[in-house]
């Protein structure tokens, strides 16, 4: 189950397991809220897609249909009528918006529910819903009870939800997110010359090229950057190459961030030798993260942050906040993966922005270190042997 597939890190890693399921195990079926996203075409030809159907019913029928909690127990209904169709033996819900329909009372279909959370809970729900808050994190923390299995993205956010819905900790399963190492290397080399950019023709001397790339929302902490530009800016070492800053996504927020940038930058999008461009969606994103001198992670809350993931096993430094399980990507201190940055601190990110800049050396070490990381904990092969073995029954504990 997924929202979407608009391209969002869930609907990645939802996209993956369609693809790398087993088809000696597992008939593949996939549940959309809503069928729509740039991700559809890399669902392979034997799933079978599925989502409720638009509303038909008379306006006044569809404004009353709105009131809390009928919609949800429509979609419910209709997952509920799917399952017994198709005979459906486990469902497995990516978001917690899933984990709501998948883990509503109303469903009778017995079935095996293996749920996952991507994002730590206590910062990422009211952040991210705003209204019924505490209805809807019982409404989870039942849920989250009744699955046969509870999956997170890192410890971090396992740590999380034990705390905010009252799991047992010792029950949530840690599986890191999975990257299709070669597909990524593929896919960027394949598309790198459809999406170049002036800047990545001809690098100009002394420039270095940074990517942040993300849905723009104010969450992901895109307005630290324009302000770590605007900071960095004012202490540039001499010697330090200058930045061009490139905003890749889109999202509500943009106007608000090309606000700041107009008024940090002025006419020529220019502070201090430093420039701020926004490019819109770029999809896929990867031709952009191989072809930039670094990538950019400004988020406020993270579970396992796939882009990161991707430009490691591109080959492209990273700055990053030290927000949720982002922190987990590197074994020590003597052995770091990012330039890090204190989460929500636009002083601290202006820091890390002239160290990357300053430590050519830094960069390249830091290079080979992710590398061997992503290579070594984040292979798809055995992410999906992992979530493959949770998906299916003990023969000694039937589906309940």
């Known amino acids: 189950m997924a929202s979407s597939m608009r391209g969002g890190g869930s609907e990645h890693q939802v996209a993956l397991l369609a693809e790398h399921l087993p088809r000696n195990q597992f008939v593949v079926h996939l549940y959309l809220t809503h069928p729509v996203g740039e991700l559809l075409d890399r669902i392979p030809a034997d799933v079978k897609i599925y989502s409720p159907p638009p509303e038909s019913r008379p306006l006044i029928t569809r404004v009353l249909n709105r009131w809390p909690g009928r919609v949800l127990r429509n979609h419910a209904r209709f997952l509920d009528e799917l399952v017994q169709r198709e005979n459906i033996d486990v ?31 206590d910062v990422a729900l ?42 047992n900790r010792q029950q949530i399963q840690v599986v890191f997110n999975p990257v299709d190492i070669a597909a990524i290397r593929a896919q960027a ?30 969450e992901k902490g895109q307005t630290d950057l324009i302000a770590a530009i605007g900071l ?15 905003f890749i996504g889109d999202g509500p927020d ?22 701020i461009e926004f490019a819109g969606v770029v999809s896929p994103a990867t031709p952009s993260i191989a072809e930039a001198d670094g990538l950019v992670l400004t988020s406020h809350f993270e579970g396992m942050p796939n ?31 990012c330039f890090w ?19 050519e050396s830094g960069r390249s070490a830091r290079i080979t270190t992710a590398q061997a990381w992503v290579t070594e904990r984040h292979g798809i092969d055995a992410a999906v042997q992992q979530i493959a073995v949770l998906l299916t029954p003990s023969p000694h504990k039937p589906i309940p």
């Open 91 to 121: 469902v497995y819900d990516r978001t917690f918006h899933n984990t709501l329909i998948a883990g509503h009372p109303s469903i009778r279909s017995q079935f095996r529910r293996v749920s996952t959370i991507v994002s730590p809970p």
């Open 126 to 167: 009211p952040m991210v819903e705003r209204k019924f808050v505490e209805l809807k994190r019982r409404r989870l923390a039942n849920a989250y009870q009744r699955s046969n299995t509870v999956i997170a993205v890192s410890a971090a956010v396992a740590d999380s939800a034990a705390s905010y819905y009252h799991l």
């Open 189 to 218: 080399q394949q598309s790198r010359a459809k999406q170049q950019h002036p800047e990545q023709t001809a690098a100009a001397p002394n420039r270095l090229r940074l990517v942040c790339v993300g849905r723009m929302t104010p």
């Open 232 to 246: 960095a800016a004012n202490d540039w070492p001499d010697d330090a190459p200058k930045l061009t800053i490139q």
């Open 254 to 275: 943009r106007a608000n961030l090309e606000s700041a940038a107009a008024a940090l930058t002025g006419s020529d999008n220019t502070i201090g030798g430093h420039h």
């Open 307 to 337: 882009v990161v993931l991707e430009a490691f096993a591109l080959n492209t430094p990273v700055v990053a906040t030290q927000a949720g399980g982002t922190v987990e990507l590197q074994a020590d201190a003597d052995h770091p993966t």
């Open 341 to 359: 940055a204190a989460t929500n601190n636009p002083s601290s990110l202006a820091d890390a922005l002239r160290r990357f800049a300053s430590d």
